[in-house]
C-alpha cells in the first residue's frame, strides 16, 4: 500500500460566463482554501499527484495533481 498524505492547498477562484466588470468587482473571487487526503502516487520537484482509492493489486483511481507552489501544509497520515 502507498503512504497516505494530507495536504492542505490554495486553488484558483474561477466562474464562467460573460459579466460586465463591475458585476465581478462585487463577488468574492479570492482563492479557495482545499483540503485533500489519499494515496501518494508521485512526489516530484513541482507537484504531487495523490488517488483517492487503490487496489491491492495496486492500480489507483480518480486522482490529482497539485503545484507544490499551492502547497501550504503537507502532513504523512499513519494508518
Known amino acids: 500500500m502507498r503512504k497516505v498524505?494530507?495536504?492542505e492547498?490554495?486553488?484558483s477562484a474561477t466562474e464562467g460566463g460573460w459579466k460586465h466588470p463591475?458585476?465581478?468587482?462585487?463577488?468574492d473571487m479570492a482563492p479557495l482554501k482545499?483540503?485533500?487526503i489519499?494515496?501518494?502516487v508521485k512526489d516530484?520537484?513541482?507537484?504531487v499527484t495523490l488517488s483517492h482509492s487503490e487496489t491491492e493489486q495496486g492500480d489507483v483511481n480518480a486522482y490529482i495533481s497539485v503545484p507544490k507552489s499551492a502547497i501550504t501544509k503537507r502532513r504523512y497520515v499513519k494508518l
Open 5 to 7: 498524505i494530507y495536504i
Open 44 to 47: 516530484t520537484a513541482k507537484y
Open 22 to 27: 463591475t458585476d465581478i468587482e462585487t463577488r
Open 9 to 11: 492547498w490554495d486553488d
Open 38 to 40: 489519499g494515496f501518494l
Open 34 to 36: 482545499c483540503w485533500s
